[in-house]
């Protein structure tokens, strides 16, 4: 027996579940997952340590400065803080080995040594598809990516909610129109429409050094309303003559054509002009999806076009779409606006109670019910029946089966529904047809 | 475009899979997933980096020299290297907030800087199970462990697989009847046994300088064969005097009654008394698992039972019995021996091919099917036929829907089965009724 012993905790930033919200967390998993794979979409799996040279070949910035990078002997090696570097490294790695266009989810934990905050998560999961394309990818992809995030939150239980669509070359080839060069400072304001209005986006341009001129007419843009239809023919009305814009707003009308097609109601999706997404990545189409109940969530899955994924690691031109949910951020955010509950979890169907000396009896039950895929635990620790329901109501099992003399004589079950507290006296196949 | 290309690659020792392997591995640690499940565990996941003070707390040996080990900021972190040290501190910390016996399973991956060799990897799978009781455990845990490992293996599709069980106490009380007081040498000749047979270990015994009756005693003892009920007759007939060797043989005795009970068959288990499982963790019930076609590549699932879990971390005795498959490293040695092949893996089970013009034909039959839970692609890229046919014979995608005009006009679809090449004109109906 050790004298010496350390208190039992882990990391802050790190992410802990018991187990009834983990399984609530696996099975949001799972359907993530589930989803994936109904788009045809293939599984991969990197490992989470890399080499620092290829985890940093793009470098600087917050990356760098949030990675966990070590060395072991004279290797220096890295974390992986997103799954999206490791694609294209896969990608660039097993070019020949794979069959484009490429579909590929991936769902793994990412790490990234951020300032410690409420909320903020230093290990965390991210569920990522990415369509790659050989040289050139249809634009038709960026209208399937909406149906996928449809799909998979209405599976996940929400009904209200809006992904949001945008297309960068929109921004890019209407700033190019109006001459301004550093769309940093611009498109920084913009995002901030929502939360200090027309007025603020005005005053902070104004602040920038923008001419008059200029406001003028990014205020009249911002200003678009409408339904989508309605927000593509307001673009078309600007007369921006710019090519870039114009390839822009090709695609973000055949994009808005084909979502609904792909089965997206038009209540779950909105295009809106203020939505960039990071400034050197994305290269098109956008996404940002928002709960419509809970706006102060932020995005919850979120994505885009880009136009070559590994230009640092090969010369072939890979052209891309994807999207993000970050699970582990988006799980926690739930759980504290209690959106969702662990309260009645349980994977475990059946606990199998049986009284003393009829431990056997209850071993050949629970064969039968595991053999029927029915998940089933026995309670074989020696104690007071009081306590073996006890143990089947903390863990939130539904079924109880009690065996004792009387069962045993008669080859008949004790099955106790736990929520009704219904108990019927009944043989092994009744209960089977209950459970299935 | 960048100038600086960084070849793509990945550390040594490190396991990466194409997707159809990695079809393959995702199906296998489902299967365990689920039989875990089955049988009542519930799921936990807990960080990959810890505090070192915390993974090290036992400290010493192997453990030490392998972990990846680094520091950010003041903190002094490492990476897991098993799943029992993170359990152990689990247990203890959020022992206030579990139900016990506590049924825990956990899949993750560990880290381990190996020495770089072929089939050892140094990020790899592990898939446990533990049964964690508060003070006290039944001994008949131990005997459903096996039934455990049974099913799991039948579900992973073998048949020809033996459990080997012993019970440390048998080896201690006998070792301590005979006053050898080091069990280290003594336990790693025997360990030998299958390969350098009786002789073998009885010319190392004597080379370690074990007295000429005490090897004849051991010789005795290893030489015991018979079905488990025979070897459970020879062991009480060696009228070993101690109270460690008969404990270890009722439980044993137990164990083996209990084994038949839980629907383990008997050319699956076998009492095995060479067994001995590591030298200071275990100290009851253990458990090797033996592909019988190929002994080579030694045990595929192993573990035992200890008396106490987390030493280190809380005063609270917690006895347990768990069991771990290492995947990683039995995938790779699967596929190396052809024992597995990744031939024919396909999640996708459509791929919809329009003509050119009938693209939104296709989107809406994908919809349809995918509404129907049926993993479907499109193919949305513009390329000649033989090509997209090609596609879904690259990624073995076993149905293929053409559409093009005469299609859309009769408002039905060329159903294509690509392992029988056999084609049909039909309806929707039919085409899901095919599927289901």
Known sequence: ???????????PGFMELTPSDQILFNRMLDIIRKNYEKFGFLPIDTPII??????????????????????????????????TVPLARYVAQHFSELTFPFRRYQIGKVYRGERNQKGRFRE??????????????DIINDAEIPSIIYSTF??????SFTIKINNRKILMGFFQWLNIDDLTLVLRAIDKL?????????KELKSIGLE???????????????????????????????????????????????????????ENYKIDLTIARGLDYYTGTVYETFLNDYPSIGSICSGGRYDNLATYY?????????????????????????????MENSLTKVLII???????????????????????????????????FNYADKLNIPYVIVIGQEEVESNNYSFRNMSTGEQRIIVMEEILSCLK
């Open 194 to 202: 929502d939360k200090i209005g027309v007025t603020g986006v005005e």
């Open 50 to 83: 890399e080499k620092s040279e290829v985890l940093l070949a793009k470098g600087g910035g917050e990356t760098e400065k949030q990675i966990y990078r070590f060395e072991k002997g004279d290797t220096d090696m890295a974390l992986r803080f997103d799954l």
């Open 212 to 266: 008059e001129e200029n406001i003028e007419k990014i205020k009249e843009f911002i200003k678009i309303k409408g339904s989508n239809v309605e927000i593509i023919e307001s673009l078309k009305m600007l007369e921006i003559r710019n090519e870039i814009f114009e390839e822009g707003l090709n695609e973000l009308a055949l994009v808005n054509k084909y979502i609904k097609l792909f089965g997206v109601p038009e």
């Open 124 to 137: 965390f999961y991210q569920c990522d598809i990415d369509i790659i394309g050989n040289g050139t990818l």
């Open 154 to 159: 209405k599976d996940l239980g929400f009904d």
């Open 314 to 342: 090969t010369k072939q031109k890979l052209p891309g779409v994807g999207i993000s949910i970050g699970l582990t951020r988006l799980f926690y955010q739930l759980m504290e606006a209690n959106i969702i509950k662990a």
């Open 1 to 11: 027996m050790s004298e010496n012993i350390v208190k039992p905790s882990i990391l």
């Open 354 to 388: 049986p009284m003393e000396n009829y431990i056997e009896k209850a071993v050949e039950a629970a064969t039968i019910l595991r053999k029927e895929g029915i998940n089933t635990q026995i309670y074989i620790e020696d104690s007071k029946v009081g306590k073996k």
